[in-house]
């Protein structure tokens, strides 16, 4: 779907819109910023012939991002295996300009067969590993990031929870661009790679998991800060409005002795 198409009426009432092209027309003035309407927007990746991405779709990106919109860059994953552009350029440009990655997977009508289950498995390991030689990098990679939202819950909870066994992703985007193109053993497999890559990263599962239990010891902390934070705003706001209760008082009682 092209970029203009968006901007009629039919699509006023959606959201999120993904698998958006652009061409020569879409950098015209009248589409220079999003429909209001739209909170998320995933963009086909174009590359130009250096193999950066295309002038155009960043301008556009860079103009929609002043709007707060959130950017999805969707990647057909024979590109990062070809190395078309590299795992580490597209990181690298996703801090810079500030936009999210999906990585398409086979099945996918902008993949196909171009690369096989395999083939994407390695394309998925090689980004981990250019995620991890980037520590401060914290921009969503779908389906990545979910995975690992799986692989910190399996940490917390242990592999046989029944939370764990049932888990699956809740998103409509990862349910339709991801796990309808997946096997449930190519699901598995998928798991497998991260995991190992992570373990690898870390020096091992328990490695892995001391630095999980860091992790949520800062969540639990943060949320009770924020928490305590909250109660303490609320009980001054309170403390306020009776002041200014009793302020009002006095003056009512001071308006009718007079």
Do not use: C, W
């Amino acid at each position: 779907m092209l970029l203009q198409e968006i901007f009629k009426d039919g699509y006023s009432g959606f959201k999120e819109i993904y698998g958006i092209s652009i061409n020569e027309k879409s950098s015209d003035t009248e589409y220079s910023n999003p429909p209001k309407n739209f909170e998320v927007i995933g963009f086909n990746l174009v590359l130009d012939e250096e193999g950066l991405i295309s002038e155009e779709l960043l301008d556009i990106i860079i103009s929609y991002k002043l709007t707060n919109m959130t950017i999805v860059i969707e990647v057909p994953s024979q590109l990062l295996h070809n190395e078309n552009i590299t795992a580490k350029k597209l990181i690298q440009l996703a801090t810079n300009v500030d936009f999210s990655i999906s990585i398409l997977p086979p099945g996918h009508p902008l993949v196909n067969n171009a690369i096989t289950h395999e083939e994407y498995l390695s394309v998925i390991a090689n980004f981990i590993k250019e995620m991890n030689n980037k520590p401060n990098f914290d921009k969503f990679v779908a389906p990545i990031s979910n995975f690992l939202e799986y692989l910190m819950l399996e940490t917390l909870l242990g592999k046989e929870h029944p939370v764990v066994k049932k888990f699956s992703p809740q998103d409509y985007y990862i349910k339709e661009i991801f796990l309808n193109h997946m096997t449930e053993k190519e699901s598995d497999d998928f798991k497998d790679v991260i995991r190992e890559e992570l373990y690898n990263f870390y020096g091992g599962e328990e490695q892995f998991k001391a630095v999980s239990s860091v992790i949520f010891e800062g969540i639990y902390n943060k949320t009770k800060e924020t928490f305590t934070e909250h109660l303490n705003n609320y009980y001054q706001a309170q403390q306020e409005n009776e002041k200014n209760k009793a302020l009002e008082n006095e003056k009512d009682n001071e308006s009718k002795d007079q």
